[in-house]
């Protein structure tokens, strides 16, 4: 109890600590997205306009990479020239950015010079990747090109390699790149030398066949369909995620009015000369583009279903922003840069015949739009200490990079910034720790009460079959939620729609087949663990595979669910100080660490201490805590979008929030398909409630079969309020940042929308209360599979070969493994924080389906069938365990199939190798749905 005070004494000292002047509500509107700052100039004192610039990235060790600057133009004034009078210069120049990190982690940065590329080139589209920055068309001033090449850093000989790739079937320049999943896109540009031959091009290059000689063929581009929009160039080209995929934005550029078209906002720049500064926004998504439907040279597309079209129009932006540079940051915000409004064109035809000395061009506006890919919005970002125009804004990591470029119409800078997003933290208050600390030893002391319970295995792993119907209906509910679906359903119904919720509901289906189908077995055996009918079915290493498979899966899962829950925690409040107080404030992630470490501890002493029953009537609690929470953000979000309620209706209605079922054919859509929802759903729920021990224990806390269904049916009907609760809370997230976007912050994940929504915009004390919710939605899975992965060990490992003597010695052996399991996972959600994550919802999905699939295949061949036997479900087994395995490696398929699959593979491999085994000789009575009757008389 030592370490316990420690840990409760660090949480009074922060629930007393001051309170700033926030205190009354948590968290402000962010005034500042970004931090500008300035590295080192360019070594060209003019600097350059239109070059290109990029990273050769090296995900293996991220301080060789380089930023690498070549060619450029710029006009070389003499004192007492007319600006108009000096013809610009084309540059084969090149510069190389080096970074080296420092002892105390600072980075520092440094121009190597003396490169060339291989001729003079400038206003050429360019995109970073691992093999060196790819380089497009161009132009010299005489034409414009079309060939492409690869500028590549030797980190070890410090040279500069130029490497040609396939040329463009048209010359380009003025156009813009980005790579999509590996797939290179080349957008608009001029195929001459003047506006007037802007285009609609758009190309791609599949940049996985780089370097493969046996496919050297298909190494060629591919026209793609053009966005439905006016042929430009200078656009701004950005890839970011939209919610659903990965995406294209095609925003801005400027064109020529075509002969005749009478727009008022044609700009006269010369004689012969006129412009358009455009403002238009198009959405790309590859998932949706079926490359053979499309037909360039009539331009017909073909696609169908949800390829039916992969263009979409979105809102346009505030200003023009021609020539100008954008980059994607965090998950799904594009924060535009710099760029020309188009405000002072005019001026520029009217200071052709003056000196640099007379030149007063203001410049470019200094200020930054972004843009939110999801909700489809638009903010002003705040004023820019420059606006360097005709050059690439570089993602490099965390950071975005812009070097020199131009500051006004023929006048370039050599100046280099770093931009980087800003987080604004706050101190989560005294208040909300106070709650939220009551909250933790509530749980703590629920564990010391039935402690002194626990006699004998029996009331350790099943409470003595004394628990209410209710309660076990309770905690099944509240373990099968955890706070990844806390956080991650209204993620996705945000982000995307309602498709999700049949998914949700189809527990109304399997609950009818739990219990007039799988717990009669249980029951039957009255088993402590799941796994025991595997051995009564087949044999014993079927049981060990069955109950090892369980126990694996549980322990990551355990690291999953504190892992990814931390992640969001994390960025409600700043935590760190509770290790700080205990001397390990130094570990990597601290303030992420400390959620873990949270959840873990609190999970494992009361989980230790009271057993099952400590764990069921927790769950319970933490059950009203969830809705409760829920129910009250959502209430918070009708008071702040404007209309309240019907407006929260008439948004989510009209932008397709409510969507409920895509029909289409497609398994590795994420758009899922109505049918791979419900056998994906139908595959993790049956898995669940029939090879879960977790689940399985629950049946076996209540006196009899009739009330263990009785908790199978309260667990069905509670999922039905809660399911549409948590998917109106992820549409009401929706319309309420649509209403205001200037809340959102750019540097939080999709997942972490919820508590963003917490942090920012929920009372003091009552924010507290949620965050308690989030980690009792943790602490519920948690404890569960602590306490289930116990009982599996010692019922299955450990009593069949009779390794202790006495049940007091089993029962403290449950507790040390329960102690030791709980460590394990809480050292494993140490481990597995990822930030990059981009979904919390689907990569749970995938671990259910990557173990539960192939054990509910296990029950499957010992309920359904009389032919199966144990060496050939061993089989199935392991086949469906290898094509698990191989599943993420070889195939798109999307995660929520995978139970499903699991379950299908299992069971056809496992009946198909029982027939080529000999049968064994074994009494099925009651071990099969044809002889459980016979069994029960």
Request: glycine share 10%; aromatic share 12%; proline share 5%.
């Amino acid at each position: 109890m030592k370490h316990l005070c420690l840990f409760m004494s660090v949480v009074a000292c922060l629930a007393t600590a001051p309170l700033g002047a926030d205190d009354a509500r948590m968290g402000n509107d962010q005034a500042d997205y970004l931090e500008w700052t300035e590295l080192v100039a360019l070594p060209d004192p003019l600097g350059v306009a239109g070059p290109f610039a990029g990273v050769h990235l090296d995900p293996d060790d991220p301080d060789n990479e380089v930023l690498i600057v070549a060619g450029g133009a710029n006009f070389p004034v003499a004192d007492g020239q007319l600006l108009w009078d000096v013809p610009k210069r084309y540059h084969d120049r090149a510069w190389v950015l080096i970074r080296k990190t420092g002892d105390d982690g600072t980075r520092r940065y440094a121009w190597l010079s003396d490169y060339r590329i291989a001729r003079p080139r400038a206003y050429g589209a360019c995109a970073s990747s691992p093999h060196g920055v790819v380089c497009i068309g161009g132009t010299d001033g005489e034409r414009a090109y079309a060939d492409v090449f690869i500028l590549s850093w030797d980190a070890a000989g410090r040279q500069l390699r130029q490497t040609p790739l396939p040329p463009l079937p048209e010359p380009s320049h003025g156009g813009q790149a980005v790579i999509i999943d590996n797939i290179l896109y080349v957008v608009g540009g001029m195929s001459g030398l003047r506006l007037d031959s802007a285009t609609r091009n758009m190309w791609s290059l599949d940049l996985s066949r780089y370097g493969d000689d046996s496919r050297k063929e298909d190494f060629r581009w591919k026209k793609v369909l053009p966005w439905p929009g006016p042929a430009r160039a200078m656009a701004v080209v950005v890839g970011q995620h939209n919610g659903f995929d990965p995406c294209l934005y095609v925003m801005s550029g400027r064109r020529q009015p075509a002969p005749g078209e009478d727009d008022p906002r044609a700009i006269a720049v010369s004689k012969d000369e006129t412009v358009i500064a455009l403002r238009d926004v198009y959405e790309f998504c590859p998932a949706r583009y079926d490359a053979s439907a499309y037909h360039p040279d009539t331009g017909d597309y073909h696609g169908t279903g949800r390829r039916k079209q992969p263009w979409r129009r979105r809102k346009d932006a505030p200003f023009s922003f021609m020539a100008g540079s954008g980059a994607p940051v965090g998950q799904s915000h594009i924060f535009i840069l710099a760029g020309a409004d188009g405000s002072h064109l005019r001026e520029v035809f009217e200071h052709r015949r003056i000196t640099m000395d007379q030149y007063d061009h203001p410049g470019f506006p200094r200020r930054s739009l972004a843009y939110h890919t999801i909700t489809d919005t638009w903010i002003e970002a705040g004023a820019t200490p420059a606006n360097q125009v005709t050059t690439p804004a570089v993602s490099w990591g965390d950071d975005i990079f812009i070097v020199s470029g131009e500051i006004r119409p023929r006048v370039r800078t050599a100046r280099a910034w770093r931009i980087h997003p800003v987080t604004r933290s706050r101190a989560f208050g005294g208040l909300n720790v106070t709650v939220l600390a009551a909250y933790l030893l509530a749980m703590v002391a629920v564990g010391a009460y039935f402690a002194k319970k626990n006699k004998t295995t029996d009331d350790y792993f099943r409470g003595g079959q004394k628990i209410p119907w209710w309660v076990a209906g309770c905690s099944i509910f509240a373990t099968m939620l955890s706070s990844i679906t806390y956080m991650a359903i209204p993620a996705k119904a945000f982000a995307q729609n309602w498709v999700y919720l049949i998914g949700n509901l189809m527990i109304l289906a399997v609950a009818p087949i739990a219990i007039y189908l799988v717990l009669p077995f249980f029951r039957q055996i009255d088993a402590t663990s799941a796994y025991e009918y595997l051995q009564k079915r087949f044999n014993m290493p079927v049981r060990l595979f069955g109950s090892a498979s369980f126990t694996v899966f549980h322990l990551f899962r355990m690291g999953i669910v504190m892992s990814l829950a931390a992640l969001a925690l994390s960025t409600i409040a700043d935590f760190s100080p509770l290790l700080k107080g205990i001397g390990l404030g130094g570990i990597p992630n601290a303030n992420t660490a400390t959620c873990v470490l949270i959840m873990g501890i609190l999970s494992i002493l009361y989980s230790t201490l009271g057993g099952v029953e400590a764990v069921v009537w927790t769950d319970t609690l933490q059950t009203f805590v969830l809705l409760g929470g829920a129910l009250l953000c959502f209430a918070l979000m009708m008071f702040g979008i404007e209309g309240g309620f019907l407006g929260f209706v008439g948004t989510a209605a009209a932008d397709g929030k409510f969507h409920l079922a895509n029909l289409h054919g497609d398994p590795t859509s994420a758009s899922l398909a109505l049918w791979v929802v419900i056998l994906g759903a139908f595959g993790q729920n049956v898995s669940s409630y029939t090879a879960d021990q977790a689940v399985v224990q629950r049946y076996m806390t209540t006196a009899d079969s009739r009330r263990a269904a009785g908790a199978i049916w309260t667990n069905a009907w509670l999922c039905l309020p809660a399911t549409l609760l948590f998917f109106a809370v992820g549409s009401g997230l929706y319309a309420f940042y649509k209403s205001h976007p200037e809340k959102l912050d750019p540097t939080f994940m999709t997942d972490q929308i919820f508590p963003l929504f917490i942090s920012r915009e929920v009372p003091v004390g009552i924010a507290g209360l949620l965050v308690a919710g989030i980690f009792a939605a943790a602490q519920s899975t948690i404890s569960t599979s602590m306490n289930s992965t116990a009982t599996a060990v010692v019922t299955d490992f450990l009593r069949p070969f009779h390794v202790l003597k006495t049940e007091r010695g089993y029962l403290n052996a449950a507790r040390g493994v329960t102690l030791a399991f709980g460590v394990v996972g809480t050292l494993l959600g140490l481990l597995f924080v990822n930030p990059d994550i981009k979904s919390l919802f689907d990569q749970f999905i995938k671990v259910i389906g990557l173990f539960m699939g192939v054990l509910c295949g296990l029950f499957g061949l010992g309920m359904l069938t009389r032919r199966a036997n144990g060496w050939g479900a061993l089989i199935g087994a392991s086949a469906g365990a290898a094509i698990m395995g191989l599943m993420p490696v070889v195939t798109n398929i999307n995660g929520y199939l995978y139970a499903f699959i699991g379950i299908t593979t299992c069971f056809i491999v496992g009946y198909a190798a029982s027939w080529l085994i000999p049968a064994e000789t074994h009494d099925l009575n009651g071990l099969t749905v044809y002889t459980v009757r016979n069994a029960n008389g």
